[in-house]
């Protein structure tokens, strides 16, 4: 059979997940990673789209490539992973990509390369991408290769500054050091990711995979700086006096509010304090567990709401509820991530919105009233309007309440006196290579876009790099 039928023969499969029973037990991984045989079958589906010839012609043309923000070459490395030449899978897959083992597990596949792939549009499905690429990257490291972090790259003598190790910082390190520029990364908490180690589950990824790469860029040269925020104009001037460059690569990191009366009652968490809270229990930093046998409401429907309730699920709590205002279609996150919370048996309420924390004499959560929601008429942008139901009010009992409503950006004391311009939301104001107001300062991720994906954050992180080296008169 042709190459090019091979989709038609062979079924999309997914990498395999653990039995709910067992894995929400404990934190770790729900997939399994694809074997050999796995990865090779899936591979073969590809029917090798000519991608550069036809994707700056005029037209509606969507690929994998053109699908993934950081534009990665797959169809390359997806034909190297079917001839067995790992290496040079790995090298493609690398170019590009800072962490493409890590982006294979957290990104949003379906919606972006899998979304892009020919033939997503078909009843055979798309090729499983994501999965394709954590495989090779993982096979390449058995094999003790290592990604290029400019160990043999001539050094430029110049020095960059990067504030914040998510994955906007993590990447521009990565592009920087690959050319001979010297980084000393600064990060305010005790261990470096940002929201890819304390604001993504273990049961998503492994922290060890993150804290991996932090490791391989310390051994080329990087100097990291844990628990070291810098918060104060005075240490940005510093900064600025000492550095060639500088990268804000901050975040988003003021979590949302839900607005309810009694909201500040002992008992409501913000959906970053859960999270970080499980994680460090994970590293066995302490053993508090301040969620077991309690009854936990988790309010909002996106990806963080779903870490919650499957957090609060492995932290032996004694009911676990999602709170949403619409239904199931309409929930933001991830559909499987949803399926997965449902095999693990969390409560789902649709259509609900909650109103009032009801609170004992000691301000303690004994419950949240909630009203029932219905859809309205259309509103300018298509979507029918949510209306809350009259005397629909109904109370779920619960001790926890956790907000996973999304995240703003912070104005930090020192944006004013480096000269960074914001916006109206606070995000960092940037041209189209990453270069905020003040000239030797650039920005991107959440601090520019406001809450928003891995992928897009070490896409601006990368082209922050590249124009950096621009100015230094250096090419990759």
Wanted: proline share 4%.
């Amino acid at each position: 059979m042709e190459r090019k039928k091979q989709y038609l023969k062979i079924k999309k499969e997914i990498p395999k997940k653990r039995e709910a029973q067992e894995r929400k037990m404990d934190f770790h991984p729900t997939y399994h990673l694809f074997s050999h045989k796995e990865a090779d079958a899936q591979s073969e589906r590809c029917i090798k789209c000519p991608i550069d010839l036809l994707k700056d012609m005029s037209g509606e043309f969507s690929f994998c490539r053109t699908g993934c923000p950081l534009e990665n070459k797959i169809p390359i490395w997806i034909e190297k992973v079917k001839q067995n030449d790992i290496k040079g899978a790995f090298e493609a897959s690398n170019e590009t990509s800072p962490f493409p083992e890590i982006l294979g597990m957290v990104c949003p596949h379906d919606v972006l390369c899998q979304g892009g792939c020919t033939i997503s549009k078909t009843e055979s499905g798309s090729v499983t991408i994501g999965a394709i690429e954590v495989y090779l990257n993982e096979e390449a490291f058995k094999m003790g290769l290592k990604p290029d972090y400019g160990t043999n790259a001539v050094k430029s003598g110049k020095k960059v500054a990067i504030i914040g190790s998510g994955p906007a910082g993590m990447s521009c390190a990565t592009f920087l050091l690959r050319g001979g520029v010297s980084v000393d990364m600064f990060e305010k908490s005790d261990r470096p990711g940002g929201l890819l180690t304390y604001g993504i589950p273990n049961f998503k990824i492994k922290k060890d995979v993150i804290l991996r790469r932090f490791r391989w860029m310390q051994e080329a040269g990087m100097n990291l700086h844990l628990n070291t925020d810098i918060e104060t104009p005075e240490q940005m001037k510093q900064l600025i006096d000492e550095y060639d460059a500088i990268f804000v690569g901050l975040g988003a990191p003021n979590s949302r509010g839900a607005r309810m009366k009694n909201e500040d009652a002992h008992g409501v968490y913000h959906v970053m304090d859960i999270l970080r809270h499980a994680q460090k229990m994970v590293f066995e930093d302490f053993y508090e567990n301040i969620l077991k046998d309690k009854r936990v409401v988790v309010i909002g429907g996106g990806d963080s709401a779903m870490d919650a309730v499957r957090t609060s699920v492995r932290m032996k709590a004694k009911s676990v509820t999602c709170a949403y205002r619409r239904d199931q279609a309409n929930m933001p996150g991830s559909a499987k991530e949803v399926i997965n919370a449902q095999e693990e048996g969390v409560i789902f309420e649709f259509y609900t919105a909650p109103k009032e924390v009801v609170v004992d004499e000691g301000r303690h959560v004994k419950g949240v009233i909630c009203q029932r929601t219905a859809l309205g008429e259309p509103g300018e942008d298509g979507r029918r309007r949510l209306e809350v139901v009259e005397d629909s009010d109904f109370v779920i009992d619960c001790d926890v309440i956790i907000l996973a409503l999304g995240f703003d950006n912070y104005e930090f004391p020192w944006y004013d006196d480096a000269e960074i311009n914001t916006g109206k939301w606070g995000d960092i104001i940037v041209d189209e290579n990453k270069r905020t107001s003040n000239k030797r300062i650039y920005a991107g991720g959440d601090a520019v876009r406001g809450a928003d994906l891995a992928v897009t954050a070490a896409a601006d992180g990368r082209e922050a790099a590249l124009s950096i080296l621009r100015d230094f008169g250096i090419s990759l």
